[in-house]
């Protein structure tokens, strides 16, 4: 962790106050206010994002008000918005997303932190790092191409013969879909989670591990019931973060889940979500109120990532205070 | 040994080779990405591929040296509008700012951060292209470089505070200003881990599509100057890989696997840097 | 710091290069029903007097918003701008839009369905019920009893709609409102509607790629699409009662009825029209340009592409599948070019 800022006085080397001319002349002065501005323009532009997006979406939210988001009609001809099956299907897709990915990801964190040496375990998680930075339309490059027909063909056909009681996994096989969605946003999140649950792993005192290997545990339960409980509130934090990168994802969801604002029990069917809709409609978008209503999906994904963000940091605050605190009796 | 003590060392050699497995699974696809790019793209890579401007739609040939033009001239706009304001807003952060002030910019630069590319593209398209009723290269740089504010922002201050007290006092106990130690001592002290820095920053916004779709729009040929609209390799890929065209197809893998193949690079080279330690001048 | 400087300098040295290139540029934006043809055009014509005419196959309505706002100088629909739209145009600049027909085109109903290689007969009557969610498989009797000796699937159907706003849907949703009452209740017509079933797909481009990669689906595209993508196409049964297959000809007689009527703003629809081999999903598609232009030298190129496309451009039509233009609608466009000021 970086040392704490200390502020040394722009004075010279003669403590006390120099003339505000010396100090102008200098260069402090004015290199104080420059780098101000550039920080406060920093704040002037998010202050200005939220702005925007509240003011452009005025229209429908006068217009609809909070019926808004129960109201499964888009139909931009009758000029009747409905958020419903946007929010449905973002939610959907993040779910199955993280229910693939947290098992792994957690997994494979364990494993990275308890288990692997460091000679493996750092380049694992330097290829790990590489993962994450693979772009959006790559992945739907490869949903396209490769996922959605080993969907079609294979796995959903299987799904379907084996688990086809169940309203989940009912439906024709298009290969696009909820599912899809899902299972490429996994393959996109699980390096947050690895990363992040690493770190927090191995942030976890020494002596916590050690008290219970010597009390009798194996390996597994030492990691499993001891370790892992103690870095709980971090991981959770490397979930809301997967799950807010998951909830913002554009190109590669738009690539393979249908584009069809519908909302079904079955994860087989074509779907739709906030950031799909806004990418195919945006440009098109005739009328103020149609294009208010898409800017007004636009806040609704903005407040949801900022508030899983917040949450995210908050965890991960309350996990670095209670890893570095001292280890209560 | 009891029984029940076998199975619980069963259970933990069982539970604890699925965690290997799952690292495995993990890295391994980001080899599977790479090998699947390589197989479908690697023979599609040829001279006209970066020379060449695009053809009518569905006669064969041409090529994508439009697009990767055009990516270029975003990224250099991107990181001249980005770079600066992340950068010297680090310096104030690390060596000038107050606790309150530092907690708000950091909350804004983080909640900048956050919000999703699609939605950077709405507000890029509210400031930069209505307002001046065209699609442009500089919309499109806009949009990045508000992305690469806040990890420039970030690193910058991190490192700088990385830097040790003693460089500092030791600069101003030989009679240096403020700005002189920052520009002279501090900043060449944390310089690699800037620089890494804005090597991320610009290798996460190369690949980003979602914000130039409505603020570069596109364009079948050069884009001159810098006010309209130009093709990109991110937009391209994503138009050629919905068509029903198998040259474009084709020729969409191609892309993919130069993009990757820059953006990994770029990514390693900065983790190579970083992880060869902060420079700190010997005295 | 020296280094910082040199930095500095060199790029913008590369800034001013960049800026330098001031070539002419005109951006148009719209419709992906005539792509082909207009790529071609655009290619061709660069070629002819180095003139850059950059064209984005966004979709019909995001062709008539972007030329709305002023953000593109020209747009292209295949469904004509309804009388709102033409006023806020005029609201928000000032001056009014003018139509321009350049091509004929065909709407076919497309599919994949494996083992059926031939060209199916669908009836209003089967393709509104396949839309409407109605016909649910292919060996449906609604679609079986026009296509004896073909041995259709039991399997179900796939449709694929646009996801963007579309001239092409309007043209299909035209024609379908036009022969089937109940589509028009429910759904009626429009660049995008709210469809009762089936995938979206992005483009022309999007849709053929969708039913190419799809077993059973079925979807609506321009016939060069189908065409150049070797996915086959069915007949459609006109208002006469043939099964006529979409081609240069039978596109050309959908048009012949309308062309002495034709208003002078060149709006008009031709779906379902009279004749006996008429193809009854046939349209113009047109390019929307200002009124009034602001830049005399985009103006000038503009209106001498539109000349040239309707007169010498229409010897690269048919190559593409889009049948040329009646001489009489281009007798009157050339008068109408005069409009453009």
């Not at chain 2, 950091?106 to 939605?119: E, F, K, M, Q, T």
């Not at chain 2, 007290?165 to 009679?175: D, I, P, T, V, W």
């Not at chain 2, 364009?219 to 130009?230: D, H, I």
Request: glycine residues 10%.
């Amino acid at each position: 962790m970086a040392t704490s800022s200390i502020n040394v006085p722009n004075a010279g080397p003669v403590a006390g106050s120099r003339s505000f001319l010396s100090r102008l002349r200098d260069g402090d002065e004015i290199a104080r206010v420059v780098t101000f501005l550039f920080a406060a323009s920093v704040v002037l532009i998010s202050l200005l994002l939220v702005v925007e997006l509240w003011m452009q979406s005025t229209l429908p939210r006068h217009k609809f008000g909070f019926s808004f988001f129960l109201t499964r009609v888009w139909d931009p001809i009758a000029e009747q918005f409905g958020a419903l099956p946007f929010i449905y299907g973002t939610l959907v897709t993040a779910a199955v997303a993280l229910l693939i990915a947290v098992p792994l990801g957690i997994g494979a964190a364990i494993f990275l932190a308890e288990l692997a040496p460091q000679k493996l375990s750092d380049p694992l998680q330097f290829f790990i790092d590489l993962l994450a930075a693979v772009p959006s339309v790559i992945y739907g490059l490869l949903g396209v191409f490769f996922v959605i027909p080993i969907m079609r063909q294979w796995v959903q056909p299987a799904l379907k013969s084996t688990l086809g009681f169940l309203p989940l996994f009912q439906g024709p096989a298009y290969g696009i879909g909820f599912l899809t969605a899902g299972v490429v946003l996994a393959i996109m999140v699980i390096p947050y989670i690895i990363s992040v649950s690493r770190e927090v792993l191995l942030s976890v005192p020494r002596d916590q591990r050690e008290a219970a290997l010597a009390l009798g545990s194996t390996r597994w339960e030492s990691t499993w019931k001891v370790v892992v409980p103690f870095a709980r509130t971090g991981i959770m934090g490397s979930i809301f973060l997967a799950l807010a990168r998951a909830l913002g994802e554009t190109m590669a969801v738009t690539m393979v889940i249908g584009n069809t604002p519908t909302i079904s029990a079955s994860l087989f069917s074509p779907g739709y979500s906030i950031a799909a809709v806004i990418a195919n409609e945006f440009t098109e978008a005739t009328g103020d109120l149609y294009l208010g209503a898409l800017i007004e999906l636009g806040l609704v994904l903005f407040l949801l990532t900022f508030i899983l963000n917040g949450l995210a940091r908050l965890m991960m605050l309350l996990t670095t205070q209670r890893g570095s605190g001292t280890a209560q009796a | 040994m009891t029984a029940r003590l076998r199975w619980r060392k069963l259970v933990s050699g069982f539970m604890l080779t699925m965690t290997g497995v799952c690292a495995l699974v993990a890295v391994s696809v980001l080899f599977f990405i790479l090998g699947y790019l390589v197989y479908n793209g690697g023979t599609s890579i040829n001279w006209d591929f970066f020379t060449k401007l695009p053809t009518p739609v569905g006669e064969a040939g041409g090529g994508m040296a439009n697009a990767i033009v055009g990516s270029a001239k975003l990224l250099l706009l991107a990181s001249l509008f980005g770079v600066p304001i992340g950068f010297f807003g680090g310096i104030y952060l690390a060596e000038f700012s107050g606790q309150k002030v530092a907690f708000v910019v950091r909350y804004a630069a983080d909640l900048l951060n956050g919000v999703p590319s699609i939605v950077i593209g709405i507000f890029a398209y509210a400031l930069a292209v209505l307002p001046f009723k065209h699609f442009s290269t500089l919309a499109g740089a806009f949009a990045l470089g508000l992305m690469m504010i806040p990890i420039t922002l970030r690193n910058t201050e991190e490192f700088l505070l990385g830097v040790p007290r003693n460089l500092r006092e030791g600069s101003m106990a030989l009679g240096a200003g403020k700005w002189t130690t920052i520009v002279r001592v501090v900043v060449p002290a944390a310089y690699r881990g800037i620089m890494t820095a804005i090597l991320l920053a610009l290798a996460r916004v190369a690949g980003e599509t979602a914000p130039l779709l409505f603020t570069a729009f596109g364009n079948r040929f050069w884009s001159p100057g810098l006010n309209q609209p130009t093709a990109s390799l991110p937009v391209v890929i994503y138009n050629y890989a919905i068509s029903p065209y198998d040259d474009w197809h084709r020729q969409a893998w191609a892309a993919g696997l130069v993009l990757l193949g820059l953006i990994l690079m770029v990514n390693i080279i900065a983790r190579v840097i970083l992880s060869r330690g902060v420079a700190v001048p010997r005295s | 710091m020296r280094r910082i400087t040199g930095m500095l300098l060199f790029v913008l040295a590369l800034g001013g290069l960049a800026l330098a290139q001031n070539a002419l540029l005109i951006n148009g934006a719209g419709a992906t029903f005539p792509y082909p043809i207009y790529s071609k055009w655009f290619d061709e014509y660069h070629k002819a007097n180095g003139s850059q005419i950059n064209y984005q196959s966004v979709g019909s309505g995001a062709g008539i918003k972007q030329v709305t706002e002023g953000t593109v100088d020209f747009g292209a629909s295949d469904g004509p701008m309804n009388d709102d739209q033409i006023k806020a145009y005029k609201a928000k600049n000032g001056s009014g839009i003018l139509h321009f027909p350049t091509v004929l085109g065909a709407v076919v109903p497309t599919y994949n369905i494996p083992g059926v290689n031939v060209a199916l007969n669908f009836t209003p009557e089967a393709l509104s019920g396949i839309f409407l969610g109605r016909i649910s498989k292919w060996n449906d009797p609604a679609i079986a009893g026009a296509n004896k000796g073909v041995n259709l699937p039991a399997n179900d159907i796939v449709v694929i709609h646009r996801s963007d706003g579309s001239g092409t849907t309007y043209i299909w949703t035209d024609y379908l409102s036009k022969v089937n009452p109940d589509w028009k209740d429910k759904v009626s017509k429009g660049t995008s509607v709210n469809w009762p079933v089936g995938l979206g797909g992005k483009g022309n481009e999007g849709v053929t790629g969708l039913i190419k990669q799809t077993p059973n689906s079925i979807g609506y595209v321009e016939l060069i699409y189908a065409a150049q993508n070797k996915v086959p196409y069915g007949s459609v049964k006109n208002a006469a009662g043939t099964f006529v297959k979409a081609d240069l000809a039978s596109v050309t007689e959908a048009a012949a009825g309308s062309v002495k009527t034709i208003p002078d703003d060149f709006r008009v629809s031709i779906t379902n029209a009279p004749g006996k081999n008429a193809y009854p999903i046939s349209s113009f598609t047109w390019l929307l340009i200002p009124e009034k232009f602001k830049d005399a030298a985009k103006r000038d190129v503009l209106k001498g592409f539109v000349k040239w496309a309707i007169t010498d451009g229409q010897g690269l039509t048919e190559n593409l599948s889009y049948a040329k233009l009646p001489k009489e609608v281009v007798d009157k466009e050339l008068k109408a070019i005069s409009k453009i000021q």
